[in-house]
């Protein structure tokens, strides 16, 4: 697992791929459990109640995607594009949306949810290129 990752003239080695998703995974648990157990209790702000959770999801999702791929020793999969991030998320938000109220009688379709996953999928993006790996 210690296989570097050519990116130009840089290489970042696949541990230190573990530690940024990690990081970026532990990060996105923490602010979700601070919504839930505190923000959505004592701010009367729409964006903790229906969106702040949804940008952690976009932002999530890919660093488990990713971290998957490392651990599979396929990091060579890993999302690093912006396009593929995106794409990705524009997947799984649009099922989420669209197709899971069909079978799940709780949820409801808001498209502003689609692009809060697409946001946090950019703020990974943006994380993993000021952290100088990937990209």
């Known amino acids: 697992m210690d296989n570097n990752y050519s990116i130009g003239n840089r290489t970042c080695s696949n541990r230190y791929l573990v530690i940024i998703n990690v990081i970026i ?14 923000l959505k209790d004592h701010l009367e702000v729409k964006f903790f109640h ?7 999801a976009g932002l999530l999702i890919i660093a488990y995607i990713n971290l998957l791929f490392i651990l599979v020793e396929k ?11 995106l794409a990705v998320n524009v997947v799984i938000g649009f099922f989420w949306e669209f197709i899971t109220p069909f079978y799940r009688h709780n ?13 946090g999928g950019s703020l ?7 952290s100088n790996c990937y990209i």
């Open 25 to 38: 995974t532990l990060l996105g648990v923490g602010l979700y459990a601070i919504n839930q157990m505190y």
């Open 50 to 56: 229906c969106y702040f959770n949804d940008i952690l």
């Open 75 to 85: 990091s060579q999969y890993c999302l690093k594009r912006l396009w593929s991030i």
């Open 107 to 119: 949820s409801i379709t808001d498209n502003y949810d689609l692009f809060a996953y697409i946001f």
């Open 124 to 130: 990974y993006y943006i994380v993993i290129k000021v």
